[in-house]
């Protein structure tokens, strides 16, 4: 079965750094675009940042603008998100998304998920 493999989730402090990566498992997901979404406790699953499968357009949710970072390597088929200036309000599960349609990926429709990881953001 298809599936997303999320990295690089941990403990940092207010401030610090972390690099998510995504790697694909099961199939290569050639020619999709892929993204981040997040979900902190009681909160739904929101959008955080997107990418087409040719790198050349990037989406960003308002809040993560000038922190984030959203990038790819086609030849690894695999997606990062460098996540700088992090805040306690990053606190949440971040989870990989793969879609073939960009604009239905950032509306969370009919993606393909990964299990996500956990970042934590301490103040």
């Known amino acids: 079965q298809a599936q997303l493999v999320e990295s690089g989730g941990g403990l940092v402090q207010d401030g610090g750094s972390l690099r998510l990566s995504c790697a694909p498992s099961g199939r290569t997901f050639g020619g999709y675009a892929m993204g981040w979404f997040r979900q902190a406790p009681g909160k739904v699953r929101e959008f955080v940042a997107a990418?087409?499968?040719?790198?050349?357009?990037?989406y960003y949710a308002d809040s993560v603008k000038g922190r984030f970072t959203i990038s790819r390597d086609n030849a690894k088929i695999t997606v990062y998100l460098q996540m700088n200036s992090l805040k306690p309000e990053d606190t949440a599960v971040y989870y990989c998304?793969?879609?073939?349609?960009?604009?239905?990926?950032?509306?969370?429709?009919?993606?393909?998920w990964g299990q996500g990881t956990q970042v934590t953001v301490s103040s």
């Open positions: 990418i087409t499968w040719s790198g050349g357009d990037t």
């Open positions: 998304a793969a879609n073939l349609d960009v604009n239905r990926l950032r509306i969370g429709t009919g993606n393909y």
